[in-house]
């Protein structure tokens, strides 16, 4: 079964406030084997909202919409959802007075703008809502259901474990379940890892995806069936299968940060880190982890501008660290000086076991926000290949 969502607020629309409550709307959902095709962002405009709702409803037989059923006269979801299911609000007494008794628990005096949230579109199924004055309500329209929850995250996260999933599996017969499971690769362009599950990205049951994010890449594969187990069986052959092609690239649960550190532990080495910009993340990455345990020297130098070759200069930088620190590891990272946009990054990889160290450079866009993040990947790509037994870099 497919749903979509529809997020109300012109916050939202205007990037002042993230939208958090379609995350876990789409989460508890996928719980009851409910998978989320649209999720729509409208702003506080009565014709919009109507249009949103009328126009999911042709192509789900579940929309659930999130904010919207305040007090305020931007609170507007009440109106849109009667508008758009072609019914009329309708007043109900209990709820101003479930309303009135919390403003009266809470000692403070209820306005008068706090009694529109006690309509309600006609035939609802109403949700009493404890924790706040904005009930939630369920809408049946012409066989397909449309559900209106508040938008306070804490409101809305109760009211959806509590209330309305439970509501969903015996109004819709909801038993199966979607079953998730992540691993992350490193070490590779988007474009190589896309390639090597293309023929999975086909597949209807389990769906198999994957996301880019800093140089690192997360695989999804989702398998809905009648219970975890049988979901899990779908997976766990995929899973094999991604193994055996990616096999060193694949960092399975682990972050490469994580892994790193665990490595560097499991090895017991002693790195020697030297990065010539401050906002290289690969201290950080590794502080944030068991890795910095194995930090025996860690320094940023600013001073140290590559010459016109940023491998040979990232590989005599490494040479010299090695050599002159208490270290089993140096590892060396460079970032072109300068404003320009588009510059080079060179990463450097000394041991005493190796003739001579790993180099990797690669040109950089420091226009985009995580560009030193991307950096910090290089340089603990290689770090996590001397660690493992791995084909090094090249």
Not at 77 to 97: G, K, M, S, W, Y
Not at 310 to 328: C, D, G, P, V
Not at 341 to 363: N, S
Request: net charge negative.
């Amino acid at each position: 079964m497919q749903a979509e969502i529809i997020a109300i607020g012109t916050e939202l629309v205007l990037g002042a406030t993230v939208d958090t409550n379609s995350a876990y709307l789409a989460r508890r959902l996928a719980t009851v084997g409910v998978g989320v095709q649209r999720i729509t962002l409208v702003g506080d405009e009565h014709a919009t909202i109507v249009a949103a709702v009328r126009e999911a409803l042709t192509r789900a037989p579940l929309v659930i919409c999130s904010g919207g059923l305040g007090p305020t006269a931007d609170d507007l979801t009440r109106e849109a959802i009667a508008a758009a299911t072609n019914r009329p609000l309708v007043f109900h007494q209990t709820l101003l007075d479930a309303i009135a008794a919390r403003f009266a628990a809470l000692g403070r005096p209820m306005s008068p703008s706090n009694r529109q949230q006690a309509y309600v579109p006609q035939d609802a199924i109403i949700i009493h809502n404890p924790h706040g004055t904005a009930p939630a309500f369920v809408v049946e329209h012409e066989g397909r259901l449309v559900a209106a929850l508040p938008g306070v995250p804490q409101e809305l996260q109760f009211l959806m474990d509590q209330a309305l999933l439970p509501l969903l599996r015996e109004r819709l017969g909801l038993h199966e379940v979607l079953l998730v499971r992540e691993v992350q690769v490193s070490g590779m362009s988007e474009a190589q890892a896309g390639e090597r599950i293309a023929d999975l990205m086909a597949g209807a049951n389990p769906v198999v995806g994957i996301s880019a994010k800093r140089g690192r890449y997360t695989i999804r594969i989702a398998a809905r069936a009648a219970d975890e187990g049988a979901a899990r069986a779908l997976i766990e052959p995929v899973l094999a299968t991604i193994a055996a092609r990616f096999q060193g690239n694949l960092l399975d649960q682990e972050s490469l940060e994580q892994r790193v550190g665990r490595r560097l532990l499991e090895h017991g080495a002693r790195l020697a880190l030297i990065e010539s910009d401050p906002a290289i993340p690969v201290l950080r990455a590794l502080s944030e982890v068991d890795g910095r345990q194995a930090l025996a020297l860690a320094l940023v130098r600013p001073d140290l501008v590559p010459t016109a070759d940023y491998a040979a200069t990232a590989r005599a930088e490494a040479e010299r660290l090695l050599a002159e620190s208490r270290s089993t590891i140096a590892l060396v990272a460079l970032v072109e000086p300068g404003a320009a946009t588009l510059r080079q990054a060179a990463v450097a990889l000394a041991t005493h076991e190796r003739a001579e160290p790993i180099v990797v450079t690669r040109g950089i866009d420091f226009g985009l926000p995580d560009a030193h993040a991307f950096v910090a990947t290089l340089a603990l790509d290689l770090l996590r290949r001397q660690l493992e037994p791995v084909e090094p870099a090249t």
